[in-house]
């Protein structure tokens, strides 16, 4: 800490790091609290140490069997060393296009069944370890990178409805015939039964009368 006469009076917050450089070379990291600086030798760039996100917008992708699919994902990522990070040009872009080529490789090889199947699983436990050793040199921590939606195109979706709709239609048609043919049985049992036994017709003719819905006509 240098005297107020010589220095600038800078306020490190607790989410921030501060990297300080003299006459253009690295000097020191700063913890946050109230610190000096030298106006004419000094240069100080502040990090955020809270996490940061990374959204990876939709991208067209084929699918190990051929289909195209768009998805888009998220990745989260800390500054963990802050004076790798401070001398980083791009970090959010180069974390951007790292993730883009994981996911393009992710889904290449799956198929579309597996791709579906697995859905948001199918990066790996693993995918934000992954991302954050290709992204090293960055002086971040990735701490989550995962799927944010798969999106089908049309001719995919009717690819995919079709035999769906095809299956539901034979089940329909299946029911019908076992309704028909139960129908049918009981028709069968029932003449069978009136045809060995008479005496049940003319009990149901009587009880029909008794309840108004026959009539019986007697001829002299």
């Known amino acids: 800490m240098w005297d107020d006469i010589f220095g600038e009076k800078v306020t ?12 253009g070379a690295f000097k020191a990291v700063l913890t946050p609290g109230v610190h000096y600086t030298r106006p004419r030798t000094d240069t ?15 991208q067209d992708v084929l699918t190990a069997d051929g ?3 768009k998805v888009s994902a998220v990745a989260e990522y800390k500054a963990a060393k802050p004076a ?52 090293e040199e960055l002086g971040v921590t990735v701490t989550r990178f995962v799927i944010k939606d798969i999106m089908l195109s049309g001719e995919v979706r009717k690819a995919l409805v079709e035999p769906l709709l095809a299956r539901e239609a034979g089940k329909a048609q299946l029911e019908r015939a076992r309704a028909d043919a139960a129908v049918l049985r009981s028709m069968a049992n029932t003449a069978k039964l009136l045809r060995e036994n008479p005496e049940l017709l003319q009990l149901r003719t009587l009880e029909s009368v008794a309840e108004g ?3 019986v006509v007697l001829n002299r």
Not at 12 to 17: D, F, V, Y
Not at 101 to 120: F, I, P, S
């Open 84 to 135: 790798i990070f401070a001398a980083a040009a791009n970090v959010h872009w180069d974390i951007y296009l790292q993730a883009q080529l994981q996911v393009r490789d992710a889904v290449a090889a799956q198929t579309l069944d597996e791709l579906l199947a697995q859905r948001g699983q199918f990066l790996g436990a693993d995918a934000a370890a992954k991302l954050e050793a290709e992204v």
């Open 12 to 23: 490190i917050m607790e989410w921030q790091r501060g990297v300080l450089y003299r006459d």
């Open 213 to 215: 819905k026959a009539m």
């Open 67 to 69: 289909f195209t699919v």
């Open 44 to 58: 100080l760039i502040t990090v955020d140490m809270r996490a940061q996100s990374v959204q990876v917008a939709g």
